[in-house]
């Protein structure tokens, strides 16, 4: 048996067996008796008559008969209010069944049921499910809320089931969190005024979170939720695009727009020379380009959005222009958009590959995407200067061709062609008088009688052409008329002796013949103008035109701005604001993009630092962790020791036993506490000597957790002892630890490894390998590294300064030839020079001990008695630094000249070789 | 917010339709979009349209429109994913998706609109995780057999039944707990690819492009896992260097978020617990540097004489395949200047056929062998055609609006980037009894293949 019988045809009498069907007390009866119902309702049929014995059905523990009951409630309950009411009783009982599905069909049903009375007994159900301890319940109850919203605002806001659902953008649930974002962004959407989505760093953080874990259409609301919020600054609009980045290679397009959406946006306040800025203008290309190869009606919306960010940052697409090529078989709406973007891309660097593409679809088949090519042509021409002689030669070519419409859609970009660059084409004027015949459509006759009269007094014969026009004046189109009256006046103004026969008769067709009144208006101001001053008239009709540019099929700069804020929508794809096509109240909040604030002049105070993205930090800001932080903060300095190890002599020389004697005498250095003032960067005016011995003493507000960070140093691979204390009165642990990006890399090569739970005063040293291979990032100083250490109490910051010569790398030894050959190549304003005080040794023991820190020397020369070394080094990034150390035999002062393709690095480098000279 | 969803026969009837937000447009709206779409002029994209302030957006899916309509300013790409995943969807639930699939199963369509959109919010489109919530049982027109020969045959002529699976399988719901479980221990995959390349007039290659998916329809028991084992010396991006040869190379790859990729760096398997129903498992990218070389090469040759009007058109196609392998369904296009009268044509084998039709030639050849090389000579009667200016009465130069040529194919069992399936491995827990049948295909086809004259 199958379902398709449902569909014969009403007899007499059917409703009255699916009656008595429905009042069978066979189960499968019933069931099939509402099937039939429910598809007779489908089809169209009136089977609201039935109310009274479906809703006797919905007393059942058959979910599968529930479910089709409660589908047929939602279609009728608002044409039959009385009856609906009799449901009520059994929602409400379902609203507490111990079946999480059935609780959550019975509150979604209600919420569809758009009838008054009903929602009334939905308010307790609701609070309750809104709570419930399924996340099923929990997510349809949260678009419950919605829906009640919709049909009784007032008793939402009354119930105060808002802040409940503000609650639920903090749930477990990933999904539940989607489904809160959606209703709360729809109804603060009626209520612009409304503060309902609360966004600040705190929350933005929670959806951020939420993005990585719920379904792909959650998080489409999340995102388009995100791309509302201002972020405060550049720093936090950039952590927060670090996050949304990873969506760009998501399957679902939409996912992938939405992100789009919320980069474009973001970027907008980030500043055009942070490295940053360019890697994402790299990472959007590819995921626009891949949306291409989607069926035709995702890539025509995709299209029309690449229209937009074309125009707003041609940049990110301006390699591309090859994806953009029209395919054969492309339907036409995707051709002419495909078209549009080619000439937006279009640039001195590929227009000749462009302009070999356009010819080619000039000589196509389709008549409607042959004239736009042809038009594309004449828009290259304006846009790009240097093409436009190609490109009339290009219509010239096509306009042999002598094919009706590409000739007159020629003529018309050729007129245009003119404007942009008067007097620089006229020769072509001939050639095109020759298909003056083949003009049939009037925009093509205007534009080619613009020309005549525009270059009357070079075209001989200009008032047999225009006169042959003027037979037929009244069957042309107005602006055929118009165009030709103001031809001919020119041609006047211009040969005054042959033509006044001429200009009278057009006068007197234009203002006595003529029932236009614009036709006649602007006859009778010529007519005036040539009677009373004909000098004026000359100064009117002959004046300079303004030039036309390419801005002109440009979509308005605040229009453009206000549709990237739309990107993904379907404004984008009308590219009209949505106040144009939405109705009422809904979706008509002008959207901006953010503006642009520049980098580093914010004044962050720590509370309002954002907590857990340690990227955003400034480099001495310590972010809050509550109020009290600020003020607990403990900065501790060890004493800049005199013989604590050398790190960068340890890789030849046993590290493990200087570092162990090093860090006893860390250990063994009192801690004092200085007082609280502190965010002040303690180490920034330290000598790099000291970097090993800079020590921190981080108390949170709780006084929860006291470390000892000690510097990273070298041990043939790079990597970082810690030493951590617990200050606090509690056991800790579930440490972690994380490095914000930084200049070189650095990353932790291994999880922190805290083995046993830290109990209070207990101290733990650990040694963290490090590698250089994490994102990088230019940080200031060049040398710092922050760090953020997390435990099952809090998250702890803190950042350091660590000595550059741990990244020296041992292939660091150049050729002499090579060595010579760069030093020349490197300007000489790149050379940095450093007087390095006090150090006794000779030549050979510095040779020597730079070499163990992988300084090498490449050569070594005596001139007038001074020691010259050259040395050279090369950094884990692959920077080679040179270097030339004089050293005069008996003085303890040597002269070091650093030359390095990154200068930045040398003050760095001179720290380095005082710190392993000295030591 | 989606207002109204509705699925509508090829004739415009209303099969399907749910409103979600107490919308007052009834199904009126569903005729309104039926009538809107027919009366779209030709250049008008038919994506988005709108009436007053109501917003349709529609795909067509197996000779049915699904639609979705809203008021708001959201997002169509979402719109139009949604609507091509139910499709999906309703394909896994229902059997394939129809005409007479959707009225048999209308209460299971409703409700799974009902789990899948609340209120116009998208909940989910996993059928997986759908299975927890719908109740209603598939009912499906007629029982399906495994061996069911009138069925068989997916590429032409080549029906070996080892080979290639019965194109009915598909047609059958994913989840239906009634068939005979014997049945369902089945795994189709299937590696396609979609060519696309622009040569120009002078026989350089212009653009080449590959799009590449790796699709599997699992009727496994959800959770069993396998291992999908590709071709070794396959490498992603510019620099990677696998192998000893060339390589395997593609610009990009993306996978289905089940994929598990520990093994994929050493030994290039992919490991996935599908869940039952299609998935796409892997997609690919690969322009401009194939490895092998095209499959087509077209040399054509053209006369024309203006003062009489003859147009002679002499093509010359080479395969380029391999010589074991074919390709089958050839199709080639070529564009005619207006006005053609006549055709009279010499083909090189009988097999072959050309006829004129909308403006344009079309030359079909059923199978192609790899290496062979077909023509045909091709005249005609233009009278009154315009051409290039300047030269003689007889020329070689084209006419215009003759070309571009395009050509479409099936190469079956053949991958255009040498991407192939190692091995496909299954790992089973529970049905051990039941030995399931494994279907891996590879198949390439033309996207565009457009040859300039």
């Known amino acids: ?919 | 917010m989606i207002s109204q969803f509705f699925i509508l026969s090829s004739k415009g009837d209303p099969l399907i339709y749910k409103d979600f937000r107490g919308d007052s447009g009834g199904r009126d709206v569903a005729e309104l979009f039926y009538r809107k779409l027919m009366g779209l002029p030709g250049e008008e994209s038919p994506v988005v349209m709108h009436h007053d302030d109501r917003h349709f957006i529609h795909i067509r899916h197996s000779g049915l429109y699904l639609v979705a309509t809203t008021s708001e300013n959201i997002s169509p790409f979402s719109l139009l994913e949604l609507l091509s995943r139910l499709a999906t969807l309703l394909g896994d639930y229902c059997g394939s998706l129809g005409e007479g699939t959707i009225s048999r199963n209308v209460a299971l369509v409703y409700e799974l609109l009902d789990e899948v959109l609340d209120y116009g919010y998208v909940q989910t489109t996993s059928t997986e995780m759908l299975r927890n919530f719908i109740q209603t049982e598939a009912v499906v027109s007629k029982p399906f057999s495994l061996f069911d020969l009138s069925s068989v045959g997916l590429f032409g002529a080549e029906t070996q039944q080892s080979k290639v699976a019965p194109s009915s399988a598909a047609s059958r719901p994913v989840l239906s707990s009634r068939s005979d479980p014997s049945q369902k221990n089945e795994v189709f995959l299937d590696v396609v690819e979609r060519l696309s390349v622009l040569i120009a007039s002078n026989g350089s290659l212009l653009k080449v492009d590959v799009q590449g998916e790796i699709r599997l329809k699992s009727f496994l028991p959800s959770g069993s896992e396998m291992r999908i084992g590709l071709t070794e010396e396959f490498c992603v991006g510019k620099s990677e260097l696998r192998g000893y040869g060339p390589g395997i190379r593609v610009d990009e790859v993306s996978f289905h978020s089940s994929v598990q990729l520990d093994e994929f760096e050493s030994h290039r398997i992919l490991r996935l617990q599908p869940p039952q129903g299609e998935l796409t498992v892997m997609r690919y990218q690969l322009s401009d540097d194939l490895p092998s070389p095209l499959p087509f090469r077209l040399f054509p040759s053209v006369q024309w004489d203006r003062g009489s009007g003859r147009l002679q058109v002499y093509l010359k196609l080479r395969c380029d395949l391999p010589p074991k392998s074919q390709a089958l369904n050839i199709r080639l296009h070529l564009p005619l200047p207006r006005g053609v009268v006549s055709l009279s044509q010499e083909l090189s084998s009988p097999e072959q056929k050309a006829e004129l039709c909308d403006g344009a030639l079309r030359w079909d050849l059923p199978r192609v062998q790899g290496g062979s090389q077909l023509s045909g000579l091709f005249q005609m009667e233009v009278p009154g055609l315009p051409g290039p200016p300047g030269q003689g009465q007889s020329t070689s130069a084209p006419p215009l609006g003759l070309g571009p040529a395009s050509l479409s194919f099936e190469l079956p069992r053949h991958t255009c980037s040498g991407l192939q399936v190692r091995f496909l491995r299954l790992a089973f827990r529970h049905c051990s009894n039941a030995n399931p049948h494994k279907w891996v295909r590879h198949l390439s086809h033309s996207d565009a293949y457009v040859i300039r004259i």
């Open chain 1, 1 to 919: 048996m199958t379902d398709s019988k449902y569909f014969t045809t009403t007899k007499k009498g059917e409703i009255f067996e699916l009656k008595a069907e429905l009042n069978s007390d066979k189960k499968e009866k019933k069931k099939e008796a509402v099937k039939k119902v429910i598809a007779s309702m489908t089809v169209g049929k009136d089977v609201s008559a039935l109310f009274p014995d479906v809703v006797n059905c919905m007393q059942t523990d058959n979910l599968e008969l529930k479910k089709l009951v409660y589908l047929y409630l939602m279609n009728y309950a608002k044409s039959q209010p009385d009856m609906a009411i009799m449901a009520v009783n059994t929602f409400v009982k379902d609203c507490e069944d111990p079946n999480p599905l059935i609780r959550a069909l019975a509150v979604r049903t209600m919420g569809c049921i758009r009838v008054d009375k009903i929602t009334e007994y939905l308010c307790e159900p609701l609070r309750k499910c809104l709570k419930d301890e399924d996340p099923y319940v929990r997510k349809t109850a949260a678009v419950c809320v919605a829906k009640l919203h919709d049909i009784n605002a007032q008793l939402v806001e009354d119930q105060g089931f808002l802040d409940t659902l503000k609650d639920l953008i903090s749930d477990s649930n990933p999904m539940v969190v989607a489904n809160a974002v959606a209703a709360l962004s729809e109804i603060a959407e009626s209520h612009p005024s409304s503060n309902l989505l609360d966004l600040n760093p705190q929350s933005i953080n929670k959806l951020l979170t939420a993005l990585n874990e719920c379904t792909e259409w959650g998080q489409i609301f999340i995102l388009d939720c995100l791309a509302n919020y201002t972020p405060k600054d550049d720093r936090e609009a950039q952590s927060i695009c670090e996050r949304v980045t990873p969506r760009l290679s998501h399957a679902n397009s939409a996912v992938v727009l939405s992100a789009v959406k919320v980069l474009m946006k973001f970027m907008e306040m980030l500043s055009k020379d942070l490295d940053y800025y360019g890697t994402l203008l790299k990472k959007l290309a590819p995921p626009l380009v891949t949306l291409l190869s989607a069926e035709p009606e995702l890539q025509y919306v995709a299209l029309r959005n690449i229209n937009l960010i074309v125009q707003k940052r041609p940049e990110i697409l301006k390699h591309e222009m090859k994806v953009f090529f029209v395919k054969y078989n492309d339907p036409i709406y995707v051709k002419l958009e495909k078209l549009d973007i080619m000439i937006r891309l279009a640039s001195q660097a590929n227009i000749a590959q462009v302009l070999a593409e356009l010819k080619e679809y000039a000589t196509e088949v389709d008549v409607d995407f042959v004239r736009k090519a042809v038009r594309a042509i004449g828009r290259c021409a304006i846009k790009v200067e240097q093409s436009a002689e190609r490109c009339v030669s290009t219509l010239l070519d096509l306009i042999q061709t002598k094919v009706n419409y590409v000739v007159q859609e020629a003529i018309v970009v050729i007129k245009d062609i003119f404007r942009k660059y008067p007097n620089k084409y006229e020769s072509v004027i001939a050639t095109l008088c020759e298909n003056l015949d083949s003009l049939d459509e009037p925009e093509a006759r205007a534009a080619m009688i613009w020309i005549v009269g525009e270059y009357a007094e070079r075209i001989d014969n200009a008032d047999e052409l225009l006169e042959s026009f003027l037979e037929g004046f009244h069957d042309e189109s107005t602006q055929v008329q118009l165009q030709l009256l103001t031809a001919i006046v020119k041609l006047f103004l211009k040969k005054p002796t042959e033509t006044q026969e001429l200009v009278q008769q057009v006068l007197s067709l234009a203002t006595q013949d003529s029932d236009n009144p614009d036709l006649r208006d602007r006859g009778y101001i010529y007519w005036r103008l040539l009677s009373t001053d004909p000098v004026a008239a000359k100064e009117v009709v002959l004046a300079e035109k303004p030039l036309i540019s390419e801005e002109t099929d440009l979509i308005e700069p605040t229009l453009l701005d206000e549709l990237i804020c739309y990107i993904g929508t379907l404004a984008s794809v009308y590219h009209k604001p949505p106040s144009a096509f939405v109705e009422g109240g809904r979706g008509v909040v002008h959207k901006s993009l953010p503006p642009r604030t520049a980098s580093n002049e914010s004044t962050e105070s720590p509370e309002t630092a954002p907590a857990g993205a340690p990227s955003g930090e400034q480099p001495d800001v310590i972010p809050s962790q509550g109020d009290l932080l600020g003020d607990l903060l403990n900065l501790d300095l060890g004493p800049p020791v005199s013989g604590p190890p050398l790190a960068t002599s340890s890789v030849q020389m046993g590290a493990v036993d200087l570092l162990g004697g090093g860090l006893d005498s860390l250990i063994g250095a009192p801690n004092f506490v200085t007082p609280p003032a502190a965010t002040a960067p303690a180490n920034l005016g330290a000598p790099m000597g000291s970097g090993l011995s800079d020590l921190f003493d981080l108390t949170s507000g709780v006084g929860a957790l006291s470390g000892s960070y000690v510097a990273p140093k070298a041990v043939g691979s790079i990597s970082m002892d810690l030493q951590l204390t617990n200050k606090a009165l509690q056991v800790m642990t579930d440490f972690a630890i994380q490095f914000n990006r930084n200049s070189f890399g650095l990353a932790p090569a291994a999880p922190l490894q805290v083995h046993a739970p830290l109990s209070p005063n207990q101290t733990v040293e650990l040694s963290l390998p490090l590698s250089t291979v994490g994102s990088v990032m230019k940080m200031e100083p060049l040398n710092n590294l922050q760090v953020a250490v997390k435990n099952n109490i809090d998250v702890f910051y803190f950042s350091t300064l660590y000595p550059l010569h741990i990244l020296f790398v041992e292939d660091g030894k150049m050729d002499r030839q090579v060595f010579l050959a760069t030093w020349k190549d490197i300007p000489n304003e790149n050379e940095a020079q450093f007087q390095i005080r006090d150090c006794p040794l000779n030549a050979e023991a510095v040779s020597s001990r730079l070499q163990s820190s992988n300084i090498f020397t490449v050569a070594k020369r005596t001139v007038e008695g001074q020691d010259m070394l050259y040395q050279s080094l090369k950094l884990t990034n692959g920077i080679w630094v040179l270097a030339e150390l004089r050293i005069q035999p008996g003085n303890p002062s040597f002269t070091l000249s650093l030359k390095c393709r990154a200068p930045e690095v040398a003050q760095h480098v001179y720290q380095a070789y005082e710190t392993i000279l000295k030591n």
